[in-house]
């Protein structure tokens, strides 16, 4: 049975470059085969700043949009977040998505697939990873760059992926393999 990867567009901003490169990704995470890749988008899920009474960490979810995270998060051994950069930082999206769930998250490893302007988003996913230990998941040294990917769109708006992405993603898919295979004795 092969590991269960969510592939997580971060991004819910009309607009967005990130539906198109996590299309991309998760096409590639399924041809790889260490993974079965699902498309997750935090935007369905209609998450508004945190509202719930209780710490995540009793799982006493008293909304159904919380309840509905909850089922998605827990049904993966590992995520590829697509994370854009804001000012320097990820999406707030993201890092209410985030602080939604507590142990759902536990003992999974993680990994950033970044996308902006010429840091190719790179700063949003270094203070990502510093989010994502405090909820105990596990963030891969190895990542996917994206600089300027509103030039990497065809006509249809299709992310056109070069050697550096393709090559990069699939190192950090083996990575992350790895480590979901040995981080399922923890849970």
């Known amino acids: 049975m092969s590991l269960k990867l969510q592939t997580i567009i971060c991004s819910t901003?009309?607009?967005r470059?990130?539906?198109?490169?996590a299309e991309w990704f998760n096409g590639f995470?399924?041809?790889q085969g260490a993974f079965n890749s699902e498309l997750v988008d935090l935007a369905?899920?209609?998450?508004?700043?945190?509202?719930?009474p209780n710490h995540p960490r009793q799982q006493q979810y008293q909304h159904e949009h919380t309840k509905n995270w909850s089922?998605?998060?827990?049904?993966a051994d590992a995520y590829v977040f697509v994370l854009p950069e804001y000012n320097f930082c990820p999406p707030p999206s993201f890092m209410n998505a985030i602080n939604y769930v507590y142990n759902e998250w536990n003992y999974k490893p993680c990994a950033f697939v970044s996308y902006g302007g010429v840091s190719?988003?790179?700063?949003?996913?270094?203070?990502?990873?510093?989010?994502?230990?405090?909820?105990k998941m596990m963030p891969m040294v190895e990542?996917?760059?994206v600089q300027m990917p509103w030039e990497l769109l065809d006509d249809n708006r299709k992310f056109q992926a070069t050697e550096h992405h393709t090559g990069?993603?699939?190192?950090?898919?083996?990575?992350?393999?790895?480590?979901?295979?040995?981080m399922k004795a923890m849970r």
């Not at 369905?44 to 719930?52: A, K, S």
């Not at 190719?120 to 909820?135: D, F, H, N, P, Y």
């Open 29 to 31: 995470a399924n041809e």
């Open 143 to 145: 990542g996917v760059m």
């Open 71 to 75: 089922e998605s998060v827990s049904g």
């Open 13 to 15: 901003r009309p607009g």
């Open 17 to 21: 470059v990130g539906p198109a490169i």
């Open 44 to 52: 369905d899920f209609n998450l508004p700043v945190y509202d719930e």
């Open 168 to 182: 990069s993603a699939s190192t950090m898919l083996t990575e992350l393999a790895k480590w979901a295979e040995g």
């Open 120 to 135: 190719g988003g790179l700063r949003s996913a270094q203070m990502a990873k510093q989010l994502v230990t405090t909820v």
